[in-house]
């Protein structure tokens, strides 16, 4: 076809402007039209080469694939018999060894084994395999760690190398190493110091944590475990206190149960308790408290009782007045000593020890009078007060005294001392008073009493002694006690007895002196 016959085909896609237009016109020749600038010998050349390149490189890949392969799992059979790369049993370097290999250096490794013990002040000791007949024998331990590598995750072991601890086939006489256990340096050392728990220990001002202490005192027992499974191993070194064969502290500063023990004994010093004893007061703060409280080896906070109660029995000592000895001036002026009798203050120690403890437990901050199984009126000077009954047993009179006043005052006759019926001196209280009471001696055989005494007014302070009228009295005072004197009580003219009676109630103090 001629140049001049060749037919030219314009085709365009829609317009938007007149560059784009001239970018997108596309020229088509029929199919025995030629591009001008087209080589085709060219194009198939390349095409060629194109091929080629793509060939050679699926090629390369293929085979760098089955050679990775290949290793991989040559490296994967290997490893069905051989330990990983980089592997250590008992300590000792097995990378890519078979289980035969191991057991060659095992074996090896009994004559002349020494097994060195370092203690935590670095001294050394050895246990000789021959000191204790030490045989190497096959087991299965090894077998068993080799099952368990997984030899297609050989790979691994270039990321996480392995340490095993495997039980290794060994014999030796166990009552030798008994024996030699007992007779270490480390086990005998008379020299040593006992591990402690951490525990709480009071600062001054709160309860704090005292840091456990590592002693050095041999924990036999777990010493032997060591040394066998340093044995067992082919392990030629033991450090005594890495593997803790030392006795340990039970418990250490991070422990919880130290810690609660802590708050425990802080909540406790939190309470404040001021007894009052008018106007003196004595005071139980966290200083004194903390004195009290102790923590068992279980951590266990409790309260050491004894000085609780020593302190209880102190503040007894201090304020008890009840059965003292009391220097009295009587209503004549003249000073006395007073003996026995009930009277006066007398802490009730188990109730207050019960209370106290309470208030501590609790926290509390309180002011209060302690327990009393008997009271009296002061703490100040004489603890009966100004207001008493005063019975002088010598002169046989008594008095009736008021805010240093004496309000009343009578001849009695008091008890016969010449029959063992002699009026008991100290210091009492009114018991109660009642009127036209009968008083009664002794009940006799027949069910009657050896005597019977009607009284119009009775006022007792010492069991069955009291003051009373006893109209059957023809006299009162001087001597007439020693010959008509009464059963103890103390006898009164019966008007007398009745002005008294208006005066006193139950727990006015009743002083009976010579």
Not at 97 to 116: A, F, H, N, P, W
Not at 455 to 480: K, L
Request: proline content about 3%.
């Amino acid at each position: 076809m001629s140049d001049s016959n060749k037919k030219r085909k314009r085709v365009s896609k829609p317009k938007n402007t007149i560059a784009e237009e001239e970018k997108e016109l596309v020229f088509l020749y029929d199919d025995d039209d030629v591009n001008p600038n087209y080589d085709k010998k060219a194009d198939e050349e390349r095409k060629t080469k194109k091929g080629k390149a793509k060939k050679t490189a699926a090629i390369v890949f293929a085979a760098v694939v089955g050679v990775i392969l290949v290793v991989y799992l040559g490296f994967s059979l290997f490893f069905h018999s051989h330990f990983y790369f980089y592997t250590k049993i008992n300590g000792n370097n097995f990378s890519a060894k078979s289980i035969e290999d191991v057991e060659k250096y095992m074996s090896s490794q009994v004559e002349g084994y020494k097994l060195t013990l370092i203690g935590n002040d670095n001294t050394t000791e050895t246990i000789a395999g021959s000191e204790i007949s030490l045989k190497y024998k096959k087991s299965n331990g090894l077998s068993k760690a080799l099952k368990a590598q997984n030899p297609f995750l050989w790979p691994k072991a270039f990321f996480e190398k392995e340490n095993l601890q495997v039980e290794v086939g060994v014999e030796y006489d166990k009552e030798a190493l008994t024996t030699k256990i007992a007779s270490l340096k480390s086990v005998t050392n008379e020299n040593t110091t006992e591990s402690a728990s951490a525990t709480p220990v009071f600062d001054g001002n709160e309860f704090v944590i005292q840091k456990e202490v590592y002693g050095n005192k041999v924990d036999v027992e777990a010493l032997t475990k060591a040394i066998e499974e340093h044995l067992n191993g082919f392990v030629d070194t033991l450090n005594l206190e890495e593997e803790k064969c030392y006795i340990q502290p039970k418990y250490v500063s991070d422990s919880q149960e130290v810690a609660d023990a802590r708050d425990k004994m802080n909540q406790y010093i939190k309470a404040s308790i001021t007894y009052d004893f008018s106007p003196y007061t004595e005071v139980v703060d966290k200083a004194m408290i903390s004195g009290w409280l102790t923590v068992d080896e279980n951590m266990q906070v409790t309260f050491q009782k004894e000085k609780v109660k020593e302190y209880i029995k102190e503040l007894a000592n201090k304020y008890d007045t009840s059965g003292k000895p009391r220097s009295f001036v009587t209503a004549n002026g003249n000073t006395v000593e007073v003996r026995n009798g009930v009277y006066g203050w007398k802490i009730n120690q188990d109730k207050e020890y019960e209370k106290l403890v309470a208030n501590i437990e609790a926290g509390e901050t309180v002011t209060r009078e302690p327990e009393y199984s008997r009271r009296a009126v002061s703490h100040e000077g004489n603890d009966f007060g100004n207001a008493y009954v005063e019975i002088d047993l010598t002169n046989q009179h008594l008095w009736f005294i008021k805010d240093g006043q004496k309000i009343m005052e009578s001849d009695i006759v008091t008890g016969n001392p010449n029959k063992g019926n002699a009026t008991p001196q100290g210091v009492y209280t009114l018991t109660y008073k009642t009127k036209n009471a009968v008083l009664r001696g002794p009940k006799q055989a027949d069910g009657s009493y050896e005597w019977e005494s009607p009284v119009s007014y009775w006022m007792p302070f010492n069991g069955g002694i009291g003051m009373h009228d006893a109209t059957w009295q023809s006299a009162f005072g001087g001597s007439r006690y020693q010959t008509h004197g009464s059963h103890g009580c103390v006898n009164m003219p019966l008007e007398k007895a009745k002005e008294i009676y208006g005066y006193i109630d139950a727990g006015t103090p009743v002083i009976c002196h010579y």
